[in-house]
């Protein structure tokens, strides 16, 4: 059994398409459990012990369970509609994001914007921007002006899972980071 290919299923069916399993969440992101698994059981080998070992060892911690395991959902990352539930947080004073060198004129006119996400998500250190931005090429990092963001009405969200969240970042808010 390929628990990395389940693993990647399980974030489509919880950020994107519930629907491709025959389930759907409720306006907080959760899904039933037992209806989690028999969609996910119709296609591969998938039982409550494989869904909890997937929680446990995600390194990003992507899921939360609800206390008694019957209902299960992202921490953030939706396309979606829902209202995770986030509270809102003071940033630090600078907050980071890493892209590849691709997108960097886009993000130089528009800033960043969520796309198909919910929200627009940013790093706690350049380093784990850095590895954000792997992902999609040459990494570009961009150190995100939060505190002034914050201190001028934009809100900032923390989610469970230490991933800084906000709606867009204005590129008035944004400095290319000269970070190897």
Not at 14 to 32: Q, V
Not at 67 to 93: C, M, Y
Request: hydrophobic share 35%; glycine share 8%.
């Amino acid at each position: 059994m390929d628990t990395a290919s389940t693993s990647k299923f399980l974030s489509l069916v919880l950020w994107h398409k519930p629907e491709t399993i025959g389930i759907s969440l409720d306006e907080h992101g959760w899904a039933e459990v037992d209806r989690l698994i028999a969609g996910i059981a119709k296609t591969r080998e998938f039982h409550m012990g494989l869904l909890e070992e997937i929680v446990r060892t995600d390194k990003k911690q992507r899921y939360s369970f609800n206390e008694d395991k019957t209902r299960i959902r992202a921490n953030q990352g939706h396309s979606v509609p829902v209202d995770v539930q986030l509270e809102r947080a003071e940033p630090p004073e600078f907050l980071w994001h890493g892209t590849g060198e691709k997108y960097v004129a886009s993000i130089e006119k528009a800033g960043l914007i969520p796309k198909s996400r919910l929200y627009v998500h940013l790093s706690s250190s350049p380093k784990a921007a850095r590895e954000v931005g792997q992902r999609h090429g040459k990494p570009v990092v961009f150190r995100v002006l939060a505190g002034r963001m914050q201190e001028e009405g934009c809100p900032f969200y923390l989610s469970k899972n230490g991933v800084w969240l906000t709606e867009q970042v204005p590129a008035n808010y944004l400095e290319r980071a000269e970070y190897t």
